[in-house]
């Protein structure tokens, strides 16, 4: 069955970048993109940004453009999601999820990952 | 940059009929989605395509979109349908998610 396996919880300061992992089973992991959504406490969903498996062209939401990279590691089937220069507002639950893509500009999220805490305090 | 304006919260009693409205400009002219997203759960998607309801997912869900709306409905709405439900869609290759509607069953 389709999993995604996120890695642990995260304290970081003010100003450190964290790295998140998300590792996949029971599908061809080249034929689905990976996007990553965060949810900060009380907020909704935010998109934060894309990568293709299959070629790794990326994109990102543009206020965290400068920020944050993805990047895969096809041998491991592992996706993973650096953000730099960490703020307090940073704090978040960040999940990743398959992406079914339609066209360029269309597809949906049909698996999450279980959620990864990142908590940024000084 | 495109932005989804969803109702902050919804009431329905049970049994009875819920409606969601996600709104965004030509937004009939994109496909939009729907994921349900409980306390402490991962979101799941319940309306993809905006009418196509995943195997798993109940028929009382049920999804259109048209104009500038894309609207979810859940028809017999049970206790386990209280959650916050977002509509989601795309706009210049960038992912957009409306605010969140949080459904109360009462």
């Known amino acids: 069955q389709v999993q995604l396996v996120q890695s642990g919880a995260e304290v970081k300061k003010p100003g450190a970048s964290v790295k998140v992992s998300c590792k996949a089973s029971?599908?061809?992991?080249?034929?689905?993109?990976i996007s990553w959504v965060r949810q900060a406490p009380g907020q909704g969903l935010e998109w934060m940004g894309w990568?293709?498996?299959?070629?790794?062209?990326?994109n990102s939401a543009q206020r965290l453009q400068g920020r944050v990279t993805m990047t895969t590691d096809t041998s491991t089937k592992t996706a993973y999601m650096e953000l730099r220069s960490l703020r307090s507002d940073d704090t978040a639950v960040y999940y990743c999820?398959?992406?079914?893509?339609?066209?360029?500009?269309?597809?949906?999220?049909?698996?999450w990952g279980q959620g990864t805490l990142v908590t940024v305090s000084s | 940059s495109y932005g989804l304006t969803q109702p902050p919260s919804v009431s329905v009693s049970p049994g009875q009929t819920a409606s969601i409205s996600c709104s965004g400009d030509e937004l009939g002219d994109k496909y939009a989605c729907w994921y349900q997203h409980k306390p402490g759960q991962s979101p799941v998607l319940v309306i993809f395509q905006d009418t196509k309801r995943p195997s798993a997912i109940p028929e009382r869900f049920s999804g259109s979109n048209s104009g500038n709306t894309a609207t979810l409905t859940i028809s017999g709405t049970q206790a386990m349908d209280e959650a916050d439900y977002y509509c989601?869609?795309?706009?210049?290759?960038?992912?957009?998610f409306g605010g969140g509607t949080k459904l109360t069953v009462l």
């Open positions: 989601q869609a795309w706009d210049s290759n960038m992912g957009v």
């Open positions: 029971g599908y061809t992991f080249t034929v689905f993109g």
């Open positions: 990568i293709s498996t299959y070629n790794g062209n990326t």
């Open positions: 999820a398959r992406r079914v893509v339609i066209s360029s500009n269309s597809g949906y999220f049909d698996y």
